[in-house]
T-cell receptor, first 112, second 116 residues
Framework: DAGVIQSPRHEVTEMGQEVTLRCKPI?????LFWYRQTMMRGLELLIYFNNNVPIDDSGMPEDRFSAKMPNASFSTLKIQPSEPRDSAVYFC??????????FGPGTRLTVL | KQEVTQIPAALSVPEGENLVLNCSFTDSAIYNLQWFRQDPGKGLTSLLL?????REQTSGRLNASLDKSSGRSTLYIAASQPGDSATYLC???????????????FGSGTQLTVLP
């Protein structure tokens, strides 16, 4: 298995632009998680899905952030409009039920 | 709200030493606990998963222990090597009422440097 796949690996954009991050979980996994990592706040859970349904989005910082999981093999995290304080590394992770979570390589986002 | 503390924040040791990384958490009602390593600019690699009913879990030179009642876990690395240099993260998993998934709360990590 290729593991969790994220794209793009790096994204540089200007303030106000829309940003879409993509994730393909490990085949067979039914839980998907989006995390954000910054120097100041460390790793934070933004939202997680179970069987494609969002279970808890309380970690989503603002309404500018939205996430979707249209099917079991694809999820997106969208920021619209983006701001410089959104600059961070965004990780996607997946698991089967309550088993261990496997992380993707992350997307490094820079908002100028 | 779960809070996770990892001590020390940074550690530098000569190659070959045995070492212990510490993790403490405030809410003992956890489902399990996962240890990760993160190399600079990279993602997280899962090292060990220890269930709340377990006391220890071993993988090669790594041994993780869990004392749920006192809110502590340790990661023991035997015979350290320069390739072990990385940041090590502890993440207890909260109990989710639906039982369908679990939420990890991460510590800030211990940055380990093993000198050749």
């Amino acid at each position: 298995d290729a593991g969790v796949i994220q794209s793009p690996r790096h994204e540089v954009t200007e303030m106000g632009q829309e940003v879409t991050l993509r994730c393909k979980p490990i085949s067979g996994h039914n839980s998907l998680f989006w995390y954000r990592q910054t120097m100041m706040r460390g790793l934070e859970l933004l939202i997680y899905f179970n069987n494609n349904v969002p279970i808890d989005d309380s970690g989503m910082p603002e309404d500018r952030f939205s996430a979707k999981m249209p099917n079991a093999s694809f999820s997106t995290l969208k920021i619209q409009p983006s701001e410089p304080r959104d600059s961070a590394v965004y990780f996607c992770a997946s698991s089967f039920g309550v088993s261990e979570q496997f992380f993707g390589p992350g997307t490094r986002l820079t908002v100028l | 709200k779960q809070e996770v503390t990892q001590i020390p924040a940074a550690l530098s040791v000569p190659e070959g030493e045995n070492l212990v990384l510490n993790c403490s958490f405030t809410d003992s009602a956890i489902y399990n606990l996962q240890w990760f390593r993160q190399d600079p600019g990279k993602g997280l690699t899962s090292l060990l998963l220890i269930q709340s009913s377990q006391r220890e879990q071993t993988s090669g030179r790594l041994n993780a222990s869990l004392d749920k009642s006192s809110g502590r876990s340790t990661l023991y690395i035997a015979a350290s090597q320069p390739g072990d240099s990385a940041t090590y993260l502890c993440a207890p998993a909260g109990v989710i009422s639906s039982g369908s998934a679990r939420q990890l709360t991460f510590g800030s990590g211990t940055q380990l440097t093993v000198l050749p």
